[in-house]
């Protein structure tokens, strides 16, 4: 198995300054849970691929319901705001905020410093930001500087490269741009099976190509201030088949920034092996929490019998 | 009246919704004379110590602050509120902190991955007023790249690569490196035992 670079071992405190006995662990870190709660139009969503969408719920009932059980944080993603009003995300996050007492991170059309102020005044803790960051990533400096790096989550949407060495899992058929042919056509380019797999970044949820690589375009993000990456797997989202563990481990082990595992969760040994094998720092889902088929306490439990350090 | 200090930076929203959702109320406050006033005080950093400091500098609250230090007037700094309670901090060489602690505010060395986000466990000291009826172990939300040493006034302490103080207790002056406004049930029973005292 793969090392995570940052395995904080577990042993006793240096410093007792309780009654515990000796031995009892006191210094662990979490790997957080967090449920994702993707909004169109004031409702909760969620589809496959980020089409086929299909109501989800209320987002003032479930995040009410994920701070009861024990979310270590929610992400709020408004996936039609690249295209519509922004009105109604704004009335949604006032109504989240007001009674949840987790970090709470809110994406979805942040384009410029201004959207960042108002959802961050709405009650949001951190705002993320995908393709206006692609676009024009000074404005990953810009939120950074005036809210400080815990502020920016820097979304990437990734997509495996078709010819790319990885796992068995069939991997998305879409159409690649003319700027991915001249990615490939470089020196580093026409990845084989024995090569390393590559991902390419995606945006406007994942219709546009980028020609971009996701590791360095990580790795750029990274330099102009991002507080942490919310790295999702494009071939993986919505199928419930397990995250891209590669993809994940790939980005968590380069980085010095937290990573967000997103897409793919479809049970608790999925996300116990993002943990294990992908390096995560945490894991982000939708679906298998909004449908009740895991609570997260039981979730957390499970993770707890395969040693991976959560907080319940 | 409770004082929540504003000096251009904080995360003062969240703190006075916790307040207004324990059934209590809180003011933003970025004026001399409102600090003055005030029975308590909150003061919640986030961001920059420099940036911080100039902040406090530039509203006139220093004098205010070290009134309220001696006149032993309740005080909670929350994450950079702590860290301005040491004499200096590795993130602004040559600023000075309130120095109301000895030593300097250190960069986290050794770990992978900073800063150090996330949910890590208190080490409580026993019988401490803010940490009444908070079981130690609790795990506490921590967003902070730089971290203050640990004094004889530390009453928590979590490890993150190293040890460091989580929680202050001298006197009537109280601080948490930790956010007790995102922290969930364990944050909020932080905040109520404050505000209780």
Redesign the interface.
């Known amino acids: 198995m793969v090392l995570c670079?940052?395995s904080?071992a577990p042993r006793t405190?240096?410093?007792?300054?309780?009654?515990?006995d000796e031995g009892?662990?006191?210094?662990?870190?979490?790997k957080?849970i967090i449920p994702c709660l993707d909004c169109k139009d004031g409702r909760v969503v969620k589809g496959i691929h980020f089409v086929n969408l299909r109501d989800a719920g209320d987002p003032g009932d479930l995040a009410e319901m994920y701070?009861r059980e024990?979310a270590?944080e929610l992400v709020m993603l408004d996936i039609s705001a690249s295209r519509e009003g922004r009105a109604t995300l704004m009335e949604t996050v006032r109504q989240v905020?007001?009674?949840l007492?987790?970090?709470l991170t809110v994406g979805g059309g942040v384009r410029v410093l201004e959207d960042a102020r108002r959802l961050l005044?709405a009650?949001a803790?951190k705002v993320a930001v995908n393709t206006a960051a692609v676009e024009t990533p000074e404005v990953i400096r810009v939120i950074a500087e005036n809210?400080?790096?815990?502020a920016i989550v820097v979304a990437i949407d990734a997509r495996r490269l078709r010819n790319s060495a990885g796992p068995s899992r069939p991997v998305a058929q879409g159409p690649l741009s003319g700027r991915f042919d001249r990615l490939r056509a470089g020196s580093a380019a026409l990845p084989t099976e024995n090569q390393p797999p590559h991902w390419e970044v995606v945006t406007y949820g994942g219709t546009k190509p980028t020609g971009l690589d996701a590791l360095e375009w990580a790795r750029r993000v990274e330099e102009l201030g991002a507080?942490?990456i919310l790295l999702t797997s494009m071939d993986a989202d919505g199928t419930q088949t397990g995250f891209d563990c590669e993809l994940t481990a790939t980005v968590a082990r380069t980085l010095?920034?937290?990573v967000i595992a997103s897409g793919g969760a479809g049970s608790p040994e999925h996300i116990a092996e993002v943990f294990q094998r992908g390096c995560a720092?945490?894991a982000l889902a939708a679906s298998i929490f909004h449908y009740e088929t895991h609570t997260i306490r039981s979730l957390k439990q499970f993770l707890r019998t395969q040693g991976v350090s959560v907080?319940i | 009246m409770i004082a929540v200090l504003d000096y251009g930076g904080g995360n003062v929203g969240s703190v006075l919704k916790a307040i207004e959702y324990l059934g209590l109320s809180a003011e933003r406050v970025d004026q001399p004379a409102a600090l003055r006033a005030a029975e308590k005080i909150i003061f919640p950093g986030q961001g920059h110590f420099g940036a911080m400091m100039k902040g406090l500098a530039e509203r006139a609250m220093l004098a205010p602050l070290r009134e309220a230090f001696a006149g032993g007037k309740p005080f909670l700094g929350i994450c950079l509120g702590l860290q301005a309670l040491y004499e200096s901090s590795e993130e602004a060489p040559g600023v000075a902190g309130l120095g109301i602690l000895p030593g300097c505010v250190t960069r986290f060395q050794g770990v992978f991955k900073v800063p150090h986000v996330g949910w890590s466990q208190l080490v409580l000291r026993p019988d401490t007023k803010l940490f009444h009826g908070v079981a130690d172990g609790s795990f506490v939300y921590y967003c902070h790249s730089y971290y203050g040493p640990v004094t004889p006034e530390a009453c928590a302490v979590t490890e993150y690569g190293q040890t460091f103080a989580a929680g202050i207790e001298m006197k009537k002056i109280w601080a948490v490196q930790f956010h007790p406004e995102k922290s969930g049930e364990v944050g909020l029973k932080v905040l109520k035992n404050f505000l209780n005292l």
């Open positions: 670079p940052l904080l405190s240096v410093v007792q300054l309780g009654t515990k009892q662990r006191t210094n662990l870190f979490a957080r701070n024990g270590d905020a007001r009674c007492f987790i970090p005044s009650g803790d809210y400080g790096r815990q507080g942490e010095h920034i937290p720092d945490a907080r």
